[in-house]
């Protein structure tokens, strides 16, 4: 490991005496106007190659900086045009980096560490060379990118449920720890979009609930919890994401709501993220006409980013676009305006371009061209260098990997995650008193139900999960996964098996009407077997078994919030969860069936 003297060296004196803390003294430690003339001074040494380079946040395929496995080197070779990430930040001076599990870049913590050293001693051996900012999207619950051993949480719309501040603070904390201690300094989470439309395809549970206060409440602590550890969070999509039926992923998400609309529901949680300090801002790959009429996307609207963020919102951090590989940001410019406008719109950090390349050098032509001023990318650069110093990175850039095993996953942290997700499984129907089940009484359980891919770095399939579960609380439990769409010969299958158990646990996810899931369901009721459902994503599916006398809701199927709903299932905790969005009614979905708020317990 190389030392602290050694580190400062490499950058050629540039950042010595820009001496930040670690962890809680990371923010706000120092003299800020002494700092900040010496950021400036690194800026000014900087070629405008190197300030183009600052701004990106690029991804790259495998485990080691150095010596990733030849299929990943095959996959730069044909995306990126290097070999390694040292090559990539060699090529183009990268200031930001992303993690993804489906690069190969998180096969263990310790690897982790290995890997992000490797990047920070390539960026820093490099003439003035500057640490790299590593980020990923560790959310919890459905969207994680490092998974076991390391500690995961229950999803927002979860910690949404659990309504505890102190439980979302205590997220960020521990999850900030973890991730500083593999190297991770900024994190794509929490998300501060206000989900009020149930058909919403890709934030719902994502998403803290339907409530902007509460939203807020939730986000804002959670931001603090990460800034207690000395890590970035990141809140997004701004302006707001929660009222969409398309996945900006594949298409433009077009968002109708007023003005006024927008200052009351999604522009408050925002607020509350930046009154609580947030280091960074993620955009929305959406048309919000009320907010900018000229059918761009958010990610490249003057008005929307440097108008209502920076002018009336008062924010001056780091504002990072949504991966500019997504459909919802290249349906009407192409690859090379895209980044460029984003710049002129407001934002610093330019993430994930599908083509680095012309990303790369379509900001360093309009440099050139006269487009964009170099005084323009200064403002970005130097948003990232004080970002960059605040975390410590300048004067700390490498993690000890011996730290890892007393950081990651440790019993204290994975005990953690245990008691919050207790507190958010929510009781949504128990007629009769079904719920709990006695093992005197009902001491045979069939575990049946869908079973989608698990989230990543968790054991999965959620039917084996909560057989295991219940197994070990004394139950004899089996599992026999039907699938997301189960057939006729599934469904029987299932009923033929209810018949020998004392009670079903059926586990649902996203339950349409007359589709496979609900014929399912209503099968095992009729055999007079008790059913009990765990609805393990959207708890909307309570409202399409109306012959169900117990259902729970989970709002995600990792182990974490799988097993509490064992514990809830067998008594040895009581459901304490209460509904943090609205469940409309399956027949008539203008009227509610359970409200904002609604919860069982005993």
Known sequence: MPSRRTVLAATAGVTAGLAVGTGADAFGAGDTNSDDKKLRAIVARMTVEEKVGQ?????????????????DIDANLKEIGVRTAVELV????????????????????????????????????????????????????????????????????AMGAGGSRADARALGRISGAELRAMGVRQDYSPDADVNVNPANPIIGVRSFGAGPDAVGSLVAAEVQGYRDAGVAATVKHFPGHGDTAVDSHTGFPVITHSRELWEKLDAVP??????????????????????????????????????????????????????????????????????????????DQLLDPPHLDIAWNAVLKAVRD???????????????????????????????EKDVGRVVGTAQHLAAADRIAERTTTLLVNEGGLLPLSRRTH?????????????SGTTGPPTGVLAAALTELGFAATALSTGMDPSAA????????????????????????????????????????????????NPYDVAQLPSLKACLATYSWTDVELRAAARVIAGQVAPHGRLPVPVPRADDPAQVLYPIGHGLTY
């Not at 964009?372 to 130097?382: K, Q």
């Open 55 to 71: 701004l990106f946040v690029a991804r790259f395929y495998g485990h080691s900086a150095t010596d990733p496995d030849q299929a």
């Open 90 to 157: 060699a090529k183009y001076r990268i200031g930001g980096i992303i993690y993804f599990t489906w690069t190969h870049n998180t096969r263990d913590p310790r690897q982790i560490a290995e890997l992000s050293n490797g990047i920070q001693r390539a960026s820093l051996a490099q003439p003035r060379g500057l640490p790299v900012l590593i980020a990923t999207d560790q959310e919890h619950g459905a969207v994680c990118r490092i998974g076991r051993p390391a500690t995961l949480f229950p999803g927002a719309m």
């Open 270 to 347: 925002f607020r509350a993220a930046i009154a609580a300090g947030v280091d960074s801002v993620m955009t929305a790959h959406i048309q919000f006409p009320a907010l900018d009429g000229s059918g761009d996307p958010a990610t490249l609207s003057h008005p929307v980013l440097t108008g209502i963020l920076r002018g009336e919102l008062g924010y001056d951090g780091v504002v990072v676009t949504d991966s500019l590989g997504m459909a919802g940001v290249r349906t009407k410019y192409g690859d090379d305006r895209v980044p460029v406008l984003a710049l002129q719109a407001g934002v």
């Open 370 to 400: 006269g487009e964009l001023t170099e005084a323009r990318l200064d403002e970005s650069v130097l948003r990232i260098l004080r970002l960059k110093s605040r975390l410590g990175l300048l004067d700390r850039p490498y993690v000890h």
């Open 443 to 455: 001491g045979t359980v069939l575990v049946v139900g869908a079973d989608p891919a698990s989230p």
């Open 490 to 537: 599934d469904v029987d299958k299932a009923v033929a098996a209810a018949r020998g158990a004392d009670a079903v646990v059926v586990g649902t996810y996203n339950v349409t009407a007359g589709g496979g899931q609900q014929r399912l369901v209503e099968r095992l009721v009729a055999t007079g077997v008790p059913v009990v459902a765990v609805a393990v994503r």
